[in-house]
């Protein structure tokens, strides 16, 4: 049984979310405040965080942070309306998904599972990514597209297997440049970000104007898969 972390501090929400988790068999602890959820996470361990960011002690960025510098334990942010900056926030701090409220019980509970599976062993053995009709041979560094071979330079096939290890995950352009710049010591830029999505939209993609492959979440960053 998953053990997940409920931080909020909307009583409503709270046990809404509270109730609906329970029937799907996950085991929940509610914290109402900050404080409160530093003390149940000093004292427990937790497959999931749900963290809310508006507290009455502060703000979940902090705890997010903590939480992230202490480990690898998935957190996924419940954030107002129409607040991009601090979604890109939050995702630059280690939250792996957001979802804006008011939000569907039956659609958070799909994200906690998907955010789970992605957190779970991902050492696949023979390190095939596929995406589409994209398929991504890792150990060889080579990519297919419908079984042909498509050859990307080197930076537009780590941008690729950046987007494609973390499948149906918004990553905001400061964490996929941060990913590039962690294995090269080339410099990438904001700009040049943008030009290689498109190059390898133009490569990939059946209509690299309608990608359906490479997402682009508007205001957040970008999406491979759904
Ligand atoms: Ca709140």
Not at 25 to 32: D, V
Not at 85 to 106: C, E, H, M, N, Q
Not at 134 to 152: C, D, F, M, P, R
Request: one cysteine or more; a negative charge; charged letters at 30%.
């Amino acid at each position: 049984m998953s053990a997940i972390l409920l931080i909020e501090d909307d009583a409503t929400i709270a046990m809404g979310v509270e109730y609906s988790l329970k029937q799907d068999g996950f085991q929940i602890s509610l914290a109402y405040r900050l404080e409160e959820a530093r003390d149940l996470l000093k004292r427990d361990s937790f497959d999931l965080v749900l963290l809310d960011l508006g507290l009455p002690d502060g703000s979940g960025y902090e705890l997010c942070k903590e939480i992230r510098a202490a480990g690898d334990t998935p957190i996924i942010v419940l954030s107002a309306r129409d607040e991009e900056a601090s979604i890109v926030l939050s995702l630059d701090l280690g939250a792996d998904d957001y979802l804006t409220k008011p939000f569907r019980l039956r659609e958070l509970i799909s994200r906690m599972k998907a955010v789970m599976r992605r957190r779970g062993p991902v050492e696949a053995s023979d390190h095939t990514l596929i995406c589409g009709d994209v398929t991504v041979i890792a150990q060889q560094a080579k990519v297919y597209k419908n079984g042909s071979e498509v050859l990307l330079t080197a930076l537009e096939y780590r941008l690729l297997l950046t987007l494609f290890t973390n499948q149906g995950r918004v990553l905001t352009r400061a964490q996929i440049l941060a990913h590039i710049w962690d294995v090269d010591e080339d410099f990438v830029n904001d700009n040049t970000l943008t030009v290689y999505i498109k190059r390898l939209r133009e490569k990939l993609e059946d209509d690299p104007q309608n990608p359906e492959l490479i997402k682009t979440v508007r205001g957040l960053g970008y999406k491979a898969g759904d």
